[in-house]
């Protein structure tokens, strides 16, 4: 499970929701457009989005701001093929982003930094079938992304970013009674993205970006034990003993990921007071075809490699995803906005879909207001509401629910029920 946490910690956090649960919208612009808005920004948050467009942006001050974001995530329900029902339980967090672009300080460059929360994600299970491989799932990512943005002449500029991801996680798993484990990792690695922005006219936008696949690094400690509760299936308490040996750990654990890189190609085109904006997003899955873990001085015996140490495969395929946004200048003070996103799912096969990371394609409604205070500060409002669609999967357990010596394995076949997940923000924007 330690490198189920990290999977979808670090995938998300760099922005790929087709498997696990993603958060590209980093600003209330980007949650109001559905993340649309790649082609062009109205605010400093193009050092995230697109920061080659912080050449193009008007005013020549400093120019911040800050969002704060509420998430839900609703319980989702697995309904297996004889008739079964689990369901998970809610999940809330907060989050907060801040992206800032500088003045001119040197004739045709401008720096931008932006820190950013790509994922916050909860879920957990207390069915025992479930609680098997994700009886709590927590997980959290923190950016940092300075980048710096050349202008090449009027129409057409580039950006250079770095970025840095700290994530952070937490699983704990269930034996059916018998014992448990919980691992705890976290890490921090590098990448780098890339932009392109190009204004043929005043009223038109093209753009490309580019996120850099990153090998992550992820270390944490593992507690792994069998409390003897129940013993082993026809074996009495000398298996429930031997099993405890076989079981107990606790150590230090690492994983090594390969997050899959993305590409964008945007475009934006302003009629009168309207924008409209559309960004074609490719997320490269294919690269990833599971993961594996090590223990320091893990216990070397069968049940032990089946349980926890046996690498879990995936399937994944390359996804698209594809964004639609409007913004209308209803006056001089107030900005209307409204987004649509239609995401693929990414596991090829039901294998690939998990308790912890329910994968599923999905579809998003967003919309939003901007209110202009005065020239320097500008308050906003956003909310999005994302439909997960069904998802067929078959996910690990043990057969019976009976621990024997060695553990049966087996699969419960069925499917993943709608999953809704909500996302308010309000913050401001700020120049000086």
């Given amino acids: 499970m330690f490198k189920k946490v990290m999977l979808g910690t670090i995938l998300s956090a760099c922005m790929l929701n087709a498997a696990g649960y993603k958060i590209p919208e980093q600003s209330n612009d980007g949650l109001a457009l559905g993340a649309s808005n790649v082609a062009v920004n109205f605010g400093p948050d193009a050092a995230y989005y697109n920061p080659a467009n912080m050449m193009f942006m008007y005013d020549s001050r400093h120019y911040f701001e800050n969002t704060l974001a509420w998430f839900h995530i609703h319980p989702v329900k697995f309904h297996t093929n004889d008739g079964r029902e689990f369901k998970s339980q809610k999940f809330d967090t907060m989050a907060s982003t801040f992206h800032f672009v500088s003045p001119e300080h040197y004739e045709n460059w401008r720096f931008g930094l932006s820190l950013a929360v790509p994922v916050g994600v909860g879920i957990g299970w207390s069915s025992k079938d479930a609680a098997f491989s994700g009886k709590r799932f927590k997980l959290k990512a923190v950016e940092l992304n300075p980048t710096v943005a050349y202008r090449i002449n009027d129409k057409l500029a580039v950006a250079l970013g770095a970025r840095a991801v700290y994530t952070k996680g937490f699983v704990a798993t ?35 970006t580019y996120r850099s696949k990153v090998s992550l690094k992820v270390s944490g400690k593992t507690r792994s034990d069998y409390n003897g509760k129940s013993q082993a299936n026809g074996g009495g308490a000398g298996n429930g003993k031997m099993l405890k040996g076989m079981l107990d750990f606790y150590g230090k654990t690492k994983v090594n990921i390969p997050l899959p890189a993305q590409l964008q190609l945007a475009t934006a085109y302003k009629l009168h007071d309207t924008t409209f ?95 202009k205070f005065s020239e320097n500060l500008e308050f906003a409002f956003s909310g999005l509401y994302q439909d997960r669609q069904k998802s067929s999967a078959s996910v690990k357990a043990i057969k019976d629910q009976k621990f024997s010596m060695p553990p049966q394995p087996t699969t419960l076949n069925g499917h993943f029920g709608d999953a809704k997940i909500w996302i308010l923000s309000t913050g401001i924007k700020y120049k000086f």
């Fill in 174 to 208: 269930e034996l059916y009674g018998n014992g448990y484990r919980h691992v705890h990792g976290d890490g921090i690695n590098f990448g780098y993205n890339l932009a392109l922005s190009y204004k043929p006219t005043d009223e038109l936008s093209f753009a490309v």
């Fill in 277 to 371: 904006m559309f960004a074609y997003e490719r997320t490269f899955w294919s690269s990833f075809n599971g993961y594996d873990f090590e223990y320091d001085n893990a216990p070397k015996n069968p049940i032990f490699y089946g349980l926890y140490d046996k690498k879990i495969e995936k399937n994944y395929r390359d996804t698209n995803t594809f964004r639609f946004g409007i913004a209308h200048e209803l006056n001089p003070k107030i900005r209307l906005m409204a987004g649509f996103v239609y995401d693929q799912k990414a596991a090829k096969n039901p294998y690939s879909v998990s308790f912890d990371l329910p994968d599923t394609k999905s579809y998003a409604y967003s919309a939003g207001i901007n209110y």
